[in-house]
């Protein structure tokens, strides 16, 4: 083999790691080619906390979320977080992390279970296989109540305390964006994506109605 050729040889193979290592990191990574990031602020009628309006994208089509793990802890005889998003077929661990027993249920038609007692130091899973609101209480505490908006979806979050959203590892595409509050119902909204740029949008929540 010439010296030419051989050296053309060595590029070629210098290359094709170059390539491997490059697919295999955007593999780890679990962000796609060309994928965005859609970010905003939340802007509500009247002064509440932010943290209780979830935003997602509509993508009925896509799998749920099997593996992925939340967890809403009991302490102080208060749940936290008070609001929480999970994509459907997504697990959650209810701790126990108080000094005394709970007993955590739900009678929503999106999930009805009851755990049953169970004391400090212990935790119990609850799957949410459909898409809905879970309103989920202790029997034991009266005042004990968190939410859960289950979507189906891959790309869900909740605002920050300060009414900031972001979804990210977006992939290019024509979504529509929704907004839920429970007092100020749902709003939506189409948003392109296109390969590496980001999105601006800001949500807008309307007082609604009385009747």
């Not at 210098?14 to 593999?27: D, E, G, I, M, S």
């Not at 755990?115 to 899973?125: C, E, I, R, V």
């Not at 992939?171 to 390969?195: K, M, N, Q």
Request: one cysteine or more; charged letters at 20%.
């Amino acid at each position: 083999m010439s010296p030419a050729a051989f050296a053309d040889g060595m590029r070629m193979r210098v290359q094709t790691r170059v390539l491997v290592a490059a697919a295999l990191a955007l593999a780890l990574s679990g962000s796609p080619a060309g994928a965005a990031e859609i970010r905003g602020h939340v802007s509500l009628p009247v002064a509440t906390r932010f943290e209780d309006v979830a935003i997602w994208l509509d993508t009925p089509a896509a799998p749920g979320s099997p593996g992925l793990r939340e967890a809403i802890s009991q302490k102080g005889a208060q749940f936290e977080p008070k609001f929480l998003v999970v994509g459907a077929g997504q697990d959650v661990d209810m701790l126990n992390d108080d000094s005394v027993a709970h007993n955590v249920f739900s009678y929503s038609p999106a999930k009805k279970f009851n755990l049953g007692l169970y004391p400090q130091g212990t935790s119990k899973s609850v799957t949410f296989d459909r898409p809905g609101v879970v309103d989920i209480y202790c029997s034991i505490h009266r005042q004990m109540r968190t939410t859960i908006l289950v979507v189906q979806s891959r790309h869900f979050t909740a605002a920050d305390r300060d009414g900031v959203y972001s979804l990210k590892n977006v992939p290019p595409g024509r979504y529509t964006l929704r907004a839920w509050h429970r007092d100020f119902g749902e709003t939506s909204a189409a948003i392109d994506v296109v390969a590496g740029k980001d999105v601006s949008y800001p949500v807008k929540f309307t007082a609604r109605e009385k009747r």
